[in-house]
């Protein structure tokens, strides 16, 4: 049986209530924890839940929230105009069912409410009540999922996957499903080693930190799970920042300086990176979940309108161009910092 539409019978989780903070400021995973930001590889075992200012985060590995269906529905286009963004190099097949194997009981098991799934030998069943869809396979047949299996995975949860193969002593980007990238292309980068990658990412290498989180993800071991956290900002609630995409988008980093809905339109993206090693393959799962709060959002939370001005306002001009706010940060700052 092959996935149904996407439906709004069954209920989404139901954020906390009562706080006097935006709804997606409760649960986004603020990653400053100074004023002033530089790259480091912040790593941390996961999951585990951590208290903010404004809530929580992190207590479960795949986290699904209010914007579910619409960040699916939002995938599923971009497939069906770019199919280019989901690839596996053919090496890589065991690996993608190895993600399969290895996500589907932890969703049902954090989720059992509205997520179930069953094993016998390699017979399965999926039952995700989200999106309507009850599924009958066998690991490892592709056809009995009716669809491409990294496309199936991807279709059941918000984070873009990319797989990680070990060889030769290195990890090189061998597969994945990457429809939400910021600044980057999974078309260009799929078949590179992961220090290649990050060649473009100013300072890192100076200090090592590439080098070291390579060596850091060789030594996980079969079922280790830890994760991170990055940023960035983007412009409108837009996931789909990627190079492929840049025509549509990339105009708007100078335009949204003469709007004066500027603090609605400016987006603080946060990615959280889940890094497991696969239990069957012994290959790399990246997950990147994505989070966009707008700057009249985080101004709900006093403690990070402060914390995020005065990072933007420090932020080293190199660091800054990379990620592509160089244009407009200092009017970011100023309206965060009330100056």
């Not at 409410?113 to 094993?119: D, K, L, T």
Request: proline share 7%.
């Amino acid at each position: 049986m092959t996935p149904a539409p996407l439906t709004d019978t069954a209920p989404l989780p139901d954020p906390a209530s009562g706080a006097p903070f935006a709804e997606r400021a409760r649960h986004l995973p603020f990653p400053f924890t100074a004023n002033s930001y530089r790259y480091s590889a912040n790593v941390e075992p996961a999951p585990g839940r951590v208290d903010t200012d404004a809530g929580h985060w992190g207590e479960n590995i795949i986290d699904i929230d209010c914007d579910y269906r619409c960040d699916l529905a939002e995938r599923a286009e971009i497939l069906a105009r770019d199919p280019s963004r989901c690839q596996t190099l053919a090496h890589m097949r065991p690996a993608v069912w190895d993600v399969i194997e290895t996500l589907l009981p932890i969703m049902a098991a954090d989720y059992p409410e509205m997520m179930a799934f069953y094993r016998d030998g390699l017979n399965c069943s999926w039952r995700n009540d989200l999106l309507g869809l009850e599924l009958e396979f066998v690991i490892g047949d592709d056809s009995s999922l009716g669809m491409d299996p990294l496309v199936f995975i991807g279709g059941q949860i918000q984070d873009d996957i990319a797989l990680l193969d070990a060889r030769d002593g290195a990890l090189w980007l061998d597969a994945g499903s990457v429809t939400f990238a910021a600044d980057w292309c999974l078309g260009f980068d799929v078949g590179m080693r992961f220090t290649e990658i990050h060649g473009p990412v100013p300072r890192v290498h100076e200090e090592r930190i590439v080098s070291r989180a390579e060596q850091f993800l060789l030594r996980l071991q079969p079922g280790d799970n830890f994760r991170r956290t990055n940023w960035t900002m983007t412009v409108d609630r837009r996931l789909d920042t990627s190079t492929d995409s840049y025509p549509e988008w990339g105009a708007d980093r100078r335009l949204v300086l003469l709007d004066p809905a500027l603090p609605d339109r400016l987006h603080l993206r946060v990615e959280v990176q889940h890094l497991i090693r696969l239990p069957r393959t012994g290959a790399v799962l990246f997950l990147v979940r994505s989070y966009l709060v707008s700057l009249t959002e985080i101004a709900t939370v006093p403690a990070w309108r402060r914390r995020l001005g005065q990072v933007l306002a420090e932020l080293p001009a190199d660091m800054a161009e990379y990620k592509g706010i160089d244009r407009y940060r200092a009017s970011a700052s100023a309206w965060l910092l009330g100056s």
